[in-house]
């Protein structure tokens, strides 16, 4: 019995062990899982932080590189020696000064020839302008009685033929107007300056006649040509006209033509001044004339009649019916007897 007993004593305490043991074996097993999940929390999947947008994008978003900064302004812009732009910036800036008082006359009466070519202005800027002409025979290839002109306003071809109806097709436009000029500046200038800048070449353009009255007396500011390939050279010859005769630009002008320079050609040249016109020295005003003098003649004496006649010359003799006079009529004066024969006027 007691081997029995020591036997089921010894069955029972090794069954013991034997569950002891297999219940340790999960606890085991389960730790490996909670690892890797432990691992994968850690780091978030892929697809998570690619969906996910970063703050950093978001800084970049605003940034926009093409777009121009305020440090591009035209007000910093530099300008090179010899440009149009370092031109401008010598050109001074006021109001615009009243209308009162132009005329076009005031810039002479038609045109005239400054440059003493034998030419006047017009046929000059037709000359030049023009091309495939033809000239009035008997006038040294001035006047043009047809030709071609490649307008520079419209890009367009324009044939010209002289002639009442027609001539109006091409004019000769004044590239600083007249009347803008006189707003700015030209009232100050002497009469021979203002003809000089009326019939200088450097102002000067042969145009589409209908473009050239929609221009008016427009500045930069209010007109420009249709043609945006010819707009520099345009604003171009208005600063260098201005330039040469001292006139100033209001301050809307001077942007205008400021920002067409910067946005397409911040170093166009100052144009070529060629066309023989200078600025003459502002004339002085003739002195008063004084009444005319009789010089007295000891060798014939004047013949008191009791009346006071004068003749100013020999064609108020002639229109009095006083003709021929001799010494002694009645406002015989020396200087009608040129031969000094006592008979004048003959």
Avoid at 81 to 89: D, F, I, K, M, R
Wanted: some cysteine; overall charge negative; aromatic content about 4%.
């Amino acid at each position: 019995m007691n081997n029995i007993r020591n036997g089921l004593v010894t069955s029972f305490t090794a069954a013991l062990v034997l569950l002891g043991a297999t219940a340790c074996e999960p606890q085991t097993v389960n730790a490996t899982p909670l690892v890797a999940e432990s691992t994968q929390s850690a780091s978030p999947p892929p697809s998570v932080s690619a969906t996910t947008p970063s703050p950093v994008a978001e800084d970049v978003e605003p940034t926009k590189t093409k777009e121009p900064s305020p440090s591009a302004e035209p007000s910093t812009a530099v300008a090179s020696a010899g440009t149009v732009l370092a031109q401008l910036e010598t050109i001074p800036i006021k109001g615009r000064a009243p209308k009162t008082g132009y005329d076009r006359d005031l810039f002479g009466n038609g045109w005239k020839d400054p440059d003493r070519n034998g030419c006047d202005a017009r046929n000059d800027m037709l000359n030049r302008d023009l091309t495939e002409k033809a000239h009035k025979p008997g006038t040294q290839g001035c006047v043009v009685t047809s030709g071609v002109l490649a307008d520079p306003f419209t890009a367009t071809t324009i044939n010209f033929v002289r002639g009442n109806a027609t001539s109006t097709k091409v004019q000769i436009d004044h590239v600083v107007a007249l009347s803008d000029a006189w707003q700015k500046g030209a009232q100050q200038l002497a009469p021979n300056q203002r003809e000089a800048f009326g019939n200088d070449p450097l102002n000067l353009l042969a145009v589409d006649g209908p473009t050239n009255g929609s221009k008016g007396d427009g500045d930069a500011a209010t007109w420009l040509p249709s043609d945006k390939s010819f707009q520099c050279e345009y604003v171009g010859l208005q600063t260098a006209v201005k330039a040469k005769y001292g006139l100033w630009m209001t301050q809307a002008e001077h942007d205008a033509i400021r920002r067409i320079l910067i946005a397409s050609c911040p170093d166009q040249p100052v144009p070529a001044d060629d066309g023989g016109v200078l600025v003459p020295v502002a004339a002085e005003p003739a002195p008063a004339a004084e009444a005319p003098t009789r010089p007295q003649d000891a060798a014939v004496p004047k013949l008191s009649t009791g009346t006071d006649v004068f003749y100013q010359n020999c064609s108020a003799v002639r229109a009095a019916g006083a003709a021929p006079i001799r010494a002694g009529d009645p406002g015989w004066d020396t200087k009608f007897d040129r031969d000094s024969d006592g008979v004048g006027c003959e």
